[in-house]
T-cell receptor, first 113, second 116 residues
Framework: AQSVSQHNHHVILSEAASLELGCNYSYGGTVNLFWYVQYPGQHLQLLLKYFSGDPLVKGIKGFEAEFIKSKFSFNLRKPSVQWSDTAEYFCAVLSGGYNKLIFGAGTRLAVHP | GAVVSQHPSWVICKSGTSVKIECRSLDFQATTMFWYRQFPKQSLMLMATSNEGSKATYEQGVEKDKFLINHASLTLSTLTVTSAHPEDSSFYIC????????????FGPGTRLTVT
């Protein structure tokens, strides 16, 4: 069965610091990968997604992620975080042909001004 | 963009009673919807796939008789927690594949259930 692991459960950064959140998946075939964000009190929103093509994916709000097939990774990055990026970030993989999203445990990011 | 709503956003019920949670796709049709459960500070766990006009598909370990799912129309799926117990207290979230394709899902704001 597919699974997703996120290495960092809780990250604390100062504004303007660079961010990288790790995500690894366990599936050797074709994968569809996502990063979702959940701001406090709000619903999940899609940050970016990878289906095929350019492994460097750009999303909203200055986020990007790089798909590295050899490492089974899809890490999320942002060069300079803002206080408003404080949220919980979830990596997810689409499970085969069933349209089911399998989520990682999430990373709670706190950005201090 | 595609919007998914849930009602209620917050509900408290007594142990032994049943609670119904609605999930609606507001501006698009969804033949499939998904129900997740999220415990505090934990990830979303898929409970079941709701299929319009047919039975829901439950994930392993999810009690079908306890979590009744009905997908009566192309814009509405309901989750009924029957004979609720305090351990059913959780955050329930639904999602639906958006109109642009099956790979992009849109999430509802969630329903917080507290069973006393």
């Amino acid at each position: 069965a597919q699974s997703v692991s996120q290495h960092n459960h809780h990250v604390i950064l100062s504004e303007a610091a660079s961010l990288e959140l790790g995500c690894n998946y366990s599936y050797g075939g074709t994968v569809n990968l996502f990063w979702y964000v959940q701001y406090p009190g709000q619903h999940l929103q899609l940050l970016l997604k990878y289906f095929s093509g350019d492994p460097l994916v750009k999303g909203i709000k200055g986020f990007e992620a790089e798909f590295i097939k050899s490492k089974f990774s899809f890490n999320l990055r942002k060069p300079s975080v803002q206080w408003s990026d404080t949220a919980e970030y979830f990596c997810a993989v689409l499970s085969g042909g069933y349209n089911k999203l399998i989520f990682g445990a999430g990373t709670r990011l706190a950005v201090h001004p | 963009g595609a919007v998914v709503s849930q009602h209620p956003s917050w509900v408290i019920c007594k142990s032994g009673t049943s609670v119904k949670i609605e999930c609606r796709s507001l501006d698009f049709q969804a033949t499939t919807m998904f129900w997740y459960r999220q415990f505090p500070k934990q990830s979303l766990m898929l409970m079941a796939t709701s299929n319009e006009g047919s039975k829901a598909t439950y994930e392993q370990g999810v009690e079908k008789d306890k979590f009744l799912i009905n997908h009566a129309s192309l814009t509405l799926s309901t989750l009924t927690v029957t004979s609720a117990h305090p351990e059913d207290s959780s955050f329930y979230i639904c999602s639906a594949p958006g109109p642009r394709g099956q790979y992009e899902q849109y999430f509802g704001p969630g329903t917080r259930l507290t069973v006393t």
